[in-house]
């Protein structure tokens, strides 16, 4: 059973910047695709980016030329560098990891950026 596990969330004001992490573990094989989603109250899951086991990334286009995804030399752990947040930010950021055995999700970890 893989674990995943998000950290790095909290507090900001617009214009700044956080770090989230997300490891998975329980498996000996490395993930096929990890990425980030995010939930804002009121609204619907959504796309925000991935990367595959090759370096291959994709963003979505709210957040294309302000965040940016990465890989760890550990395998298995990624990260999401957010930069000039904004208000519209604001979600709970879920991770998610693509093995051949499965889709895992991490419990999620809150974004909050004031205005």
């Known amino acids: 059973q893989v674990h995943v596990v998000e950290s790095g969330g909290g507090l900001v004001q617009a214009g700044g910047s956080l770090r989230l992490s997300c490891s998975a573990s329980?498996?000996?094989?490395?993930?096929?695709?990890m990425g980030w989603y995010r939930q804002a109250p009121g609204k619907q899951h959504e796309f925000v980016a991935t990367?595959?086991?090759?370096?291959?990334?994709n963003y979505a286009d709210s957040v294309k030329a302000r965040f940016t995804i990465s890989r760890a030399n550990a395998a298995n752990t990624v990260y999401l560098q957010m930069n000039s947040l904004e208000p519209e930010d604001t979600a709970v950021y879920s991770c998610?990891?693509?093995?051949?055995?499965?889709?895992?999700w991490g419990q999620g970890t809150q974004v909050t950026v004031s205005s």
């Open positions: 998610n990891a693509i093995y051949s055995a499965g889709s895992y």
């Open positions: 329980g498996s000996v094989f490395s993930f096929n695709v």
């Open positions: 990367i595959t086991r090759y370096g291959i990334t």
